[in-house]
């Protein structure tokens, strides 16, 4: 007797397959569960065996999923061997005119953990001294060193004031003089966060083989805002 393939055609038709999701499709499902109220603040979440099952997927990408989730403050208490919970105050709950602000360090964060999940890494940041995308960074880097991702490529291009302008800050009416103690002071802090910047994300060349590419461009301005 000649068993068939599962794919085989049936009736003239091939069998529908279901597309494999990514951890990205499951962080994104979850995400929305949480943001509209489906998982309330203080409730488990599913085990990632009913996880796995309900996507379709492995429990690495399960694993994946929830990391993302942690990140950006969404659950609370993971570990092993007992299901995540959801935070009791979310921050994606709120949104809209209404939504209290958040710090940069805050908001920031969690998006930065989301965009080193991809294979290919892009950030364009537009700075002043580039401290909040320094801090912003260190719990991807954490999760590389750690071996729970791994991005094939990450790209990262900085746009920053140029050390020769006079940065739009307030000053004395007869002039900052020669010597401005505040310029200075910036322009140092904007050099000693470059070289921090620089040499954390080249080194995951040489400790985790990951190509690995820096730029900065000086502006003839003073950003106005954050990008």
């Known amino acids: 007797m000649a068993v068939e393939p599962e794919n085989a055609a049936v009736n003239g038709r091939k069998k529908a397959q279901r597309p494999q999701s990514s951890h990205h499709d499951v962080a994104d499902e979850l995400r929305s569960r949480i943001t509209s109220g489906v998982l309330r603040p203080g409730q488990r979440m599913p085990t990632q065996a009913e996880l796995a099952e309900e996507f379709g997927v492995e429990r690495g990408a399960v694993r994946q999923a929830l990391r993302i989730l942690r990140s950006e403050h969404l659950l609370t208490d993971m570990s092993k061997g007992s299901p995540a919970t959801v ?27 989301s965009a080193f999940g991809a294979p290919h890494v892009e950030i364009d940041a537009l700075c002043l001294t580039s401290v909040s995308l320094t801090l912003a960074m260190s719990e991807p880097l954490r999760e590389i060193h750690a071996g729970r991702i791994k991005p094939a490529r990450i790209d990262v291009r900085v746009l920053l ?19 401005d103690p505040v310029h200075r002071n910036w322009l140092e802090q904007r050099n000693a966060q470059g070289q921090v910047l620089r040499h954390n994300l080249l080194a995951l060349r040489g400790t985790h083989g990951i190509d690995v590419h820096v730029a900065f461009r000086a502006l003839p301005f003073t950003p106005p805002v954050k990008l």
């Open 161 to 179: 004031p140029s050390g020769r302008i006079e940065l739009a800050f307030p000053a004395p009416v007869e002039g900052p003089g020669e010597d």
């Open 87 to 113: 935070a009791r105050y979310a921050p994606g709950t709120e949104s809209g005119p209404e939504a209290p602000p958040q710090p940069t360090t805050v908001a920031l964060a969690p998006r930065m953990s």
